[in-house]
């Protein structure tokens, strides 16, 4: 039996996109075990998740060399046929190159790269990020074609979410953890209220995002809204977005939750673009971006908490007749 070990110890939205790892290895060695490194928060997210051996969690918070330490303890009490880091840094490059493993693959932007048997050439521009993961591992598995990322909520959290399913619904995440990849509250005010009134909107998000869910919420009278920022895990989050008449989404998290459960997807973009590579993957999928062309767009890779030109065109400049219809 072959074992595997997958590395990604960034943030949410980069561990669900590095599921379609897990997919493909799965796919090409259906009897392999296979195990991940995670950071602390991130770990929900597999839950009895079918093919997963174990999960490895690094406790960023505290003493953080403390516990990565004790993380790459735990990995080397195994024996891995590869160990495939999709993480482009440090720590993540002392977990593979202290692994117990014949080949260990991973990036050339890692600083510790020079420790790796096979090191790949981290593209960028134009090329979604799960395609650029999967070079990782295409020797391995044989296959150019990459998967998508997918994620399995449990059953105890499809019945949570039955309780929301009476009627068709909506989800919007309106928040993120970048002030320029967010679409103003007043935005969403407007996309809300130009819903279908026989459907209920359901506002999704981290508890530190209720606050802005109460204030969109408190300005849509008229329309059945509940705010469920806080109440949800992320796999319940999931579950709800999978049967959504429309989930609108940031450039941000929930949009690559969505991509893991193949529901239909509109995501707005606001200083970022697609072309960066972590659009939405779902098979029914709209983009929807400024028209005009600012020469301020894009402003970063990741965003900024402010507009660093003051105007924040690229955000109040999508109007909403560039949504064609309701979903």
């Known amino acids: 039996m072959k074992n595997f070990l997958v590395i990604q110890t960034s943030f949410i939205g980069d561990v669900i996109l590095a599921t379609s790892l897990l997919e493909s290895i799965h796919h090409r060695f259906p009897e392999a075990k296979i195990d991940i490194v995670v950071r602390n928060g991130n770990e929900s997210l597999f839950s009895e998740h079918p093919y997963l051996n174990t999960v490895f969690v690094w406790n960023k918070t505290g003493s953080r060399y403390k516990n990565l330490l004790k993380t790459i303890m735990s990995v080397r009490r195994n024996r891995y046929n590869a160990v495939i880091n999709a993480h482009r840094f440090a720590s993540s490059g002392l977990i593979t190159w202290f692994a117990k493993s014949k080949q260990k693959i991973g990036y050339d932007k890692n600083p510790l790269s020079a420790g790796f ?22 020797e391995i598995v044989g296959t150019s074609d990459y998967g998508k990322p997918k994620l399995y909520p449990t059953k105890k959290d499809f019945d949570l979410g039955a309780q929301y399913q009476s009627r068709a619904y909506r989800c919007i995440a309106p928040t993120s953890v970048w002030g320029t990849k967010q679409w103003p509250a007043h935005k969403w005010v407007e996309l809300i209220n130009w819903q279908p009134s026989s459907e209920s909107i359901y506002l999704l998000g981290a508890k530190a995002d209720s606050a802005v869910c109460e204030e969109i919420m408190s300005q849509c009278p008229e329309m059945n809204v509940i705010n469920l920022a806080g109440q949800l895990s992320l796999l319940q989050s999931a579950a709800l977005m999978q049967d959504a008449e429309m989930n609108y989404v940031n450039d941000s998290a929930p949009m690559h939750l969505a991509s893991s459960m193949n529901a239909l997807t509109t995501a707005i973009y606001c200083s970022t673009i697609p072309e960066f590579g972590f659009g ?23 965003g900024y908490t402010t507009c660093p030109a003051g105007h924040f065109k690229c955000a109040e400049n999508i109007e909403i007749k560039d949504f064609d219809d309701k979903g």
């Open 117 to 138: 048997t096979r090191v790949v050439k981290h593209r960028f521009g134009g090329i979604h990020e799960c395609e650029l993961n999967h070079d990782l591992i295409s």
């Open 280 to 302: 939405p993957l779902s098979d029914v999928k709209k983009i929807v971006q400024v028209s005009d062309k600012l020469d301020c767009r894009p402003c970063g890779l990741h």
